[in-house]
């Protein structure tokens, strides 16, 4: 089946640590993007990127990082500048951009702090 | 900026009634608005997608509208169950960016 995969399922972080979050698609999308959710909040993008190589900022990207070195993979880390890293964050694609087709969620990553 | 607006943030309805829930967004230049459900701790499922030339999309017991004029959609549940209670977003697409609403908290009592 396709679809996408997050892990770890439950994270901790340590002050001034940095954490990598997992996320791989077998879906052959192009676009993937990073979102984070706080209880009661919408989802807010971190970062996306629409095809291997680039990257683009979202709303909230300050204290995050990724890369996109295959198609299949978009990793997010969580860096010690990051003050309130305490979240659920999900991963996300679609085909090309997301004109007509929804986006394909992960079960998401809940990062706590130790 | 568009601002996409759910109401109510919580609903808690008796098994079998019909329902709607709304969405409202303030630009009205989109190219998609799509419903999705997440169920507690689990990531998001897409429910409907409207093109921005549609008015509705129907799957079973779902029906979701559009009007773009009014900034407004509707996800109209028919006879409820027990196993539509989750929160369920809405949210809008332009410049492939999609923005979400905070959504609304569905609770169907048995």
Redesign the interface.
């Known amino acids: 089946d396709g679809g ?1 995969t ?1 892990s770890p399922k439950y994270l901790f972080r340590k002050e001034g640590q940095n954490v990598t979050l997992s996320c791989e698609q077998n879906l052959n999308h192009d ?1 993937m ?1 990073w ?1 984070r959710q706080d209880p ?6 971190i970062y ?1 990127s ?1 095809i291997v190589n680039d990257f683009q900022k ?1 709303d909230i990207a300050e204290g995050y990082s990724v890369s996109r070195e295959k198609k299949e993979s978009f990793p997010l880390t969580v860096t010690s500048a990051q003050k309130n890293p305490t979240a ?1 964050y ?1 991963c ?1 694609s679609s085909p090309y ?12 990553t ?1 990062l706590s702090i130790l | 900026k568009q601002e ?1 607006t759910q109401i109510p ?1 919580a609903l808690s309805v008796p098994e079998g009634e019909n329902l709607v829930l709304n969405c409202s967004f303030t630009d009205s230049a989109i ?2 608005l ?1 419903w ?1 459900r997440q169920d507690p ?6 429910l409907l ?1 409207i ?1 921005s030339s549609q008015r509705e999309q129907t799957s079973g017991r779902l029906n979701a509208s559009l009007d773009k004029s009014s900034g407004r959609s509707t996800l109209y549940i028919a006879a409820s169950q027990p196993g539509d209670s989750a929160t369920y ?1 809405c ?1 809008v ?1 332009r410049d ?3 923005i ?4 609304t908290r569905l609770h169907i009592l048995p």
């Open positions: 996408i997050q676009a993007y979102y009661g909040q919408g989802l807010r993008l996306y629409q979202g659920f999900l996300a951009g997301t004109g007509n087709q929804p986006q394909h969620f992960g079960d998401g809940r | 996409v943030a190219y998609n799509q999705f701790g689990k990531g998001l499922t897409s997608l093109q977003l949210a697409d492939d960016k999609i979400f609403g905070k959504g």
